[in-house]
């Protein structure tokens, strides 16, 4: 199977077009993505459509979760803040219940998803190193998990020799056979924060144990004038620009 892995999207219309397009180009059996479809940018209905239509298996992110009153709003700083409140205004009952109805992890024949981590889906815990991963690698029941949240993608590998070790990787070209069991966070669509604001997904292949990210560039000022004409913060405008 020839799986797409789409990390947050965070109401980018104009990213996710970009990289629907081109997984289309590519052909794939399935679109999976980890979560935040909302939040931060101005097309959160348009997204939800795309990916409803597409058949996309979604996980539930804690931006989609404080859209839909599952989440404490402290946690969240002023602009995200202002972003969920604005996204909740213009969602309809419908998308507020697609939202509501996410699961938090979902297990598939060759790989996991969840937003945060897989040990402990419903805290939105940020994994950045490779002691926040180790109680993710131990619970993993396939060889490959994929996460997003921290919007920096970097693979995390249990490795076989010596046992028990794990490494990374902030390279995202993973044969998956060299390590007993890879979790993968894919980064993100709609709001990269490794410092290149292209988009960008993932291609697993589940017969040839490959993962590998693809970089694209998109219309970024279409989808940085839709925020600032939505009245959001302009930051959030800004910040795609320079993938921060
Ligand atoms: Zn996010």
């Not at 059996?29 to 348009?46: E, K, N, R, T």
């Not at 309809?92 to 938090?104: I, K, V």
């Not at 894919?186 to 040839?208: I, K, M, N, Y």
């Not at 590998?212 to 925020?227: C, D, F, H, N």
């Amino acid at each position: 199977m020839r799986y797409a892995v789409l990390g947050d999207i965070h109401s980018n219309l104009s990213a996710l077009e970009c990289v629907l397009e081109d997984i289309r180009a590519t052909q794939v059996d399935q679109i999976l993505s980890v979560g935040d479809v909302v939040g931060y940018g101005a097309s959160p209905s348009d997204c939800i459509r795309l990916l409803r239509e597409e058949g996309v298996i979604v996980v539930k992110g804690n931006h989609d979760a404080a859209c839909v009153g599952e989440l404490n709003e402290n946690t969240f700083n002023r602009y995200a803040l202002e972003a969920v409140r604005w996204t909740r205004g213009v969602l309809s009952t419908d998308e507020m219940d697609w939202l509501r109805e996410l699961p938090l992890e979902v297990t598939l024949e060759h790989c996991q998803l969840a937003h945060g981590s897989i040990h402990e889906p419903e805290a939105f815990e940020y994994i950045r190193t490779t002691r926040d991963a180790d109680p993710s690698l131990e619970l993993m029941t396939r060889p490959v998990a994929f996460v997003g949240h921290t919007h920096i993608p970097i693979a995390l590998m249990r490795l076989l020799e010596p046992v028990g070790s794990t490494a990374y990787s902030p390279d995202l070209d993973v044969d998956l056979r060299e390590s007993d069991r890879c979790l993968v966070n894919v980064g993100s669509v709609g709001q990269p924060r490794d410092e290149d604001h292209r988009t960008g997904w993932v291609l697993f292949d589940s017969e040839a144990q490959t993962v590998k990210l693809k970089r694209l560039p998109y219309q970024i000022e279409v989808a940085a004038s839709r925020i600032r004409d939505a009245g959001l913060p302009r930051m959030l405008a800004d910040r795609l620009y320079l993938g921060v």
